[in-house]
């Protein structure tokens, strides 16, 4: 079995019932709340889709947009947009990056390495990421 997309020693936000916790990317989907689209399984403790795929309700403690990731193959994607403001960066990637899942930091990182330099020109990336990182 591939590693669970949420791994450590709890210090992530996920729930500890969290399907983040046991799947990888990608084998589960992520709603914006518990709905009826999900329920309760009181079975085993977890949600599920009425196809049996696991479902996070938390997409902020999980660090996922929302997504039907198994159930329709949705791409994963994580919205980064830069701020206007130099003077924001280093908080707005700290709170990215920390709020990220761990299999998005990296691409996370990557596109801060590439988008830094052409909307601040005169800001060294990695300086600003160990800053945030810090």
Known sequence: MDEAFVTGDGHHT???ICPSRRFPLGEFDVFERPSKECPFDPADGHR???E???VCVHPGKVGLPVG???SDGVPLTQPFVL???VSDLVPYLRVVLYGAAPGMVE???DRALAEIPQTFPGVDPVAALRRALN
Do not use: N
């Open 48 to 50: 599920y889709t009425a």
């Open 83 to 85: 701020p206007a403001d």
């Open 68 to 70: 039907r990731y198994k």
């Open 14 to 16: 996920a729930c500890g």
């Open 107 to 109: 691409t996370l990182i």
């Open 52 to 54: 049996r795929v696991p």
